[in-house]
């Protein structure tokens, strides 16, 4: 019987793996029936509440995580992301913060994925500031995460929408850009920097900017109904 918490983990991790979550929280439970406390059990079980939703079950076993292992990076992420899914974004704040201080400069050289996740997280957070209205706080967190991922060109774009409505047009044209260069087929920068150009004066090269946007793809309705504009102010 001494081994059988042994032979639940190894069933539970295997069947986490293959994201069979249902066969997986069984196996997973019994390990900490057994008197075991394992961090990563409760990591694992952290994620399947959370891909079930049950964000309240999901946030417990993350912090029950931290509790046995505080440097536990992942878990740390997990929890940030279930706090800001409910709209706790403070202390989703404080956590990838934490995560951060911890990493220290092995955080520009670090897991990618990890990365990722955490300039995630700084855009939602500048998302919720946006929505309040408060646009230099939204701004502070997008460059934290375009810092983070300057290859991501989504985040580059919103980092320019919230420029261009700041009344920052110039910055949002150098962001609007450097999504482009980063990523060429990625259509929404092309069209915002579009935008931002036109509202420049700058109206040959938006054009140009949304010719760009229907040569990769023709059925752009944005991209269509901008030139229409543009012809029709023409006459």
Known sequence: MEERWKHDL???REHFDKREFDKAEGYLRQV????????DVHNML??????????ELAQEEFERALALNPRYT?????????????????EAREV???????????AQSGDPFALGKIANMHADTGQAYADCGMMAEAIVELRKAVV?????ADLRTRLGKLYRDSGDPAAAVKEFDEAKRSNPRYLPARVQLGIALF???RKDEAASEWEQALEIDPAD???????????????
């Open 32 to 39: 900490l029936a057994s008197g075991r406390a394992y961090a």
């Open 96 to 106: 990838y913060e934490r995560v951060q201080s911890l990493s220290g400069s092995q």
């Open 148 to 152: 983070l991922c300057p290859q991501f």
């Open 199 to 201: 509202s420049l004066g």
């Open 221 to 235: 309705q944005r991209a269509q109904m901008y030139l229409r504009m543009l012809k029709t102010a023409k006459g």
């Open 10 to 12: 190894s069933l539970g």
């Open 46 to 55: 952290g994620i399947i509440y959370h891909d079930r939703g049950n964000f």
């Open 74 to 90: 992942e878990a740390a992420l997990n929890l940030a992301v279930t706090y800001n899914d409910v709209g706790r974004y403070q």
